[in-house]
């Protein structure tokens, strides 16, 4: 019997690869037509440059970023902008009740918050530092959801990080010995 993940991971590399190539190919597809628009804005074409330099993040989740943060001049830190798409946690409390587990909102921006759990479960199969650092707290007997948040969070702190900082992101771990 063939390895269930292993498979898995094939057929979902194929598909992706299948979805890339049909939605630059056609037109009118939202991705062509949101590229084509960036292409002609300087700032917004450095701007996804940056952006897609970050291993996990692909060009969907750049034009729906760019737009909702208003080419990143609507929220001032990344943290605010993690609170606007459901991803931070916030702490389950109240007045007569014993403070809860810390929980994220249900008012959220569902699409950004969707495109950024794809990211990464992106980035920990293709980025070995989120990879590594994904088995370690699993192994630990974390919550798997809570750690794929967790990498959400680290690969939004990226994403403004870049764009504030501006040079393309480099990949420190394989520096590291």
Request: glycine content about 4%; some cysteine; hydrophobic content about 35%.
């Amino acid at each position: 019997m063939p390895n269930f993940k292993s498979r898995f991971t094939w057929e979902f590399v194929a598909i992706t690869n299948k979805t890339k190539r049909i939605s630059t190919s056609i037109p009118n597809s939202p991705v062509s037509k949101g590229i084509s628009i960036i292409s002609v804005n300087q700032e917004l074409n450095h701007q996804y440059r940056l952006i897609t330099s970050i291993k996990g993040i692909g060009s969907q989740t750049v034009l729906f970023m760019t737009t909702s943060t208003n080419g990143f001049t609507k929220f001032k830190t990344w943290r605010k902008f993690a609170a606007y798409c459901g991803i931070a946690p916030f702490p389950n409390s109240s007045v007569t009740s014993i403070r809860g587990k810390t929980k994220v909102s249900n008012l959220a921006n569902k699409k950004i918050k969707s495109l950024f759990n794809l990211c990464a479960k992106s980035a920990i199969q293709n980025n070995p530092e989120m990879k590594l650092y994904y088995c370690r707290r699993v192994e630990n007997g974390k919550n798997k959801m809570s750690t794929i948040n967790i990498i959400r969070c680290k690969l939004l702190a990226r994403v403004f990080a870049t764009v504030k900082r501006q040079p393309p992101y480099v990949d420190t771990f394989r520096f590291k010995t």
